[in-house]
């Protein structure tokens, strides 16, 4: 188990869980990050005592000082922040659950300082995966998955003695919001309709990624990189009552499944406890009253954004940090109500095909490839 915890991102959904681990577990915390969440920060300072507090801006920072000059907490804002709340010596874990692009470069940061991440920043692993899991062999990081989905697969595999004995990845999907519709009543539905998520209570990104399924396009880039595998190895199955968490079927015909609550706290702390299993304030599956589980197929002619991320991942290079860049930008314009539901996908396709393709990046191309496709949006707009 692990012995400090540094959460980057704490006042979002998965940084707020992530402290009720760190309640149950008693484990002390040396750096906490957030966005612009003063109130809460100030709150969660005076509860955890961390050494360092971190803000995305100058301005924000400014004001959680000013709330919490009583406390000898040190004050940081902006990437350089989080690179340092990254890499403090105290930690020896990160949970990394800041939303997008943002997350990379002190994820990176972590890795080559050796700690162990948490990782529940997708966006790290879809847009420069190959790096980044370069960088943990390297330095002998450990990468946990925080994503229930892959959290599933990765303890499936605890028992796996060779991973060539993998026939396939199978992650469940619950179908979002709007299961079952067809392409004509999905091109009617609203920014309300989309955050109606029906198992899980997320932010308003995922939520929306999860309705458009481009979450599930997301988590196969990420089941590819984390586990080595090519991507007809990895496939996707509606699963609407959100209880198997994934899949592994083996050469020889077994699949095993991790199954539980759908709550999020489970896979939390199991990136902290790691190789033990502890007592969790989730609660406990009971096969008795979660009724029957099912699955089919996803409909990808009505939720293309899954096909897209697919046909990304086969693609390699630059495409996958287009993609991601360019989803960014089309939800943010869905969340302000600027564009449609399928205009999300109209967007991100049309990235992809215009922004120039690189087949093998380097950081600063990944992370240019996603500023160009987040120009492109704005250009389309």
């Known amino acids: 188990?692990?012995?400090?915890?540094?959460?980057?991102?704490?006042?979002?959904?998965?940084?707020?869980?992530?402290?009720d681990i760190i309640d149950n577990l008693k484990?002390?915390?040396?750096?906490?990050?957030?966005?612009?969440?003063?109130?809460?920060?100030?709150?969660?300072?005076?509860?955890?005592?961390?050494?360092?507090a971190v803000m995305?801006?100058?301005?924000?920072?400014?004001?959680?000082?000013?709330?919490?000059?009583?406390?000898?907490?040190?004050?940081?804002?902006?990437?350089?922040?989080?690179?340092?709340?990254?890499?403090?010596?105290?930690?020896?874990?990160?949970?990394?659950?800041?939303?997008?692009?943002?997350?990379l470069k002190p994820?990176?940061?972590?890795?080559?300082?050796?700690?162990?991440?948490?990782?529940?920043?997708?966006?790290?692993?879809?847009?420069?995966?190959e790096l980044v899991m370069t960088e943990a062999r390297k330095y002998e990081a450990e990468i946990i998955p925080v994503d229930s989905e892959h959290s599933a697969i990765f303890q499936c595999l605890m028992g796996a003695h060779d991973r060539r004995e993998i026939r396939k990845l199978i992650l469940t999907c619950s179908g979002g919001p709007f299961y079952g519709k067809t392409r004509e009543e999905l091109g009617l539905?609203?920014?309300?309709?989309?955050?109606?998520?029906?198992n899980w209570k997320m932010g308003q990104k995922i939520t929306i990624d999860c309705a458009t399924l481009m979450n599930k396009g997301l988590e196969v880039i990420e089941a590819m990189r984390l586990y080595d595998l090519p991507l007809e190895?990895?496939?996707v199955v509606i699963h609407r009552q959100s209880i198997a968490h994934s899949f592994v079927e083996?050469?020889?015909?077994?699949?095993?499944?991790?199954?539980?609550?759908?709550?999020?706290?489970?896979?939390?702390?199991?990136?902290?406890?790691?190789?033990?299993?502890?007592?969790?304030?989730?609660?406990?599956?009971?096969?008795?009253?979660?009724?029957?589980l099912t699955f089919s197929k996803p409909d990808m002619e009505a939720f293309p954004c899954l096909a897209l991320a697919r046909k990304c991942a086969a693609m390699g290079g630059t495409a996958c940090p287009?993609?991601?860049?360019?989803?960014?930008?089309?939800?943010?314009?869905?969340?302000?109500?600027?564009?449609?539901?399928?205009?999300?996908?109209?967007?991100?396709?049309r990235a992809v095909d215009t922004v120039p393709f690189v087949q093998n990046p380097t950081l600063e191309e990944i992370l240019e490839a996603d500023r160009l496709a987040r120009e492109a949006v704005k250009s389309f707009i």
Request: proline share 5%; net charge negative.
């Open 1 to 19: 188990m692990v012995k400090c915890v540094s959460i980057l991102g704490s006042t979002g959904s998965i940084g707020r869980q992530s402290l």
């Open 27 to 52: 484990i002390p915390v040396a750096a906490l990050t957030a966005g612009t969440s003063v109130e809460r920060m100030a709150q969660q300072c005076r509860k955890y005592l961390p050494k360092l």
């Open 56 to 103: 995305a801006t100058e301005e924000t920072a400014a004001a959680l000082q000013k709330e919490i000059a009583d406390l000898p907490i040190q004050i940081a804002w902006g990437e350089e922040g989080l690179i340092r709340a990254a890499t403090m010596e105290e930690a020896d874990c990160v949970i990394t659950a800041v939303v997008g692009m943002l997350g």
């Open 107 to 129: 994820t990176l940061a972590a890795i080559r300082a050796k700690k162990r991440i948490g990782l529940a920043n997708k966006e790290t692993l879809v847009c420069a995966g």
């Open 189 to 198: 539905v609203t920014k309300a309709d989309a955050l109606r998520h029906p």
């Open 233 to 235: 190895q990895v496939d």
């Open 250 to 292: 083996f050469t020889d015909g077994a699949v095993m499944a991790q199954l539980g609550s759908p709550d999020m706290r489970l896979p939390i702390q199991l990136a902290m406890t790691y190789p033990e299993r502890k007592p969790c304030p989730a609660p406990a599956l009971d096969l008795t009253t979660c009724g029957a």
């Open 322 to 349: 287009v993609m991601n860049g360019a989803n960014e930008e089309a939800v943010a314009l869905f969340l302000a109500d600027k564009i449609g539901f399928y205009d999300i996908y109209d967007l991100v396709s």
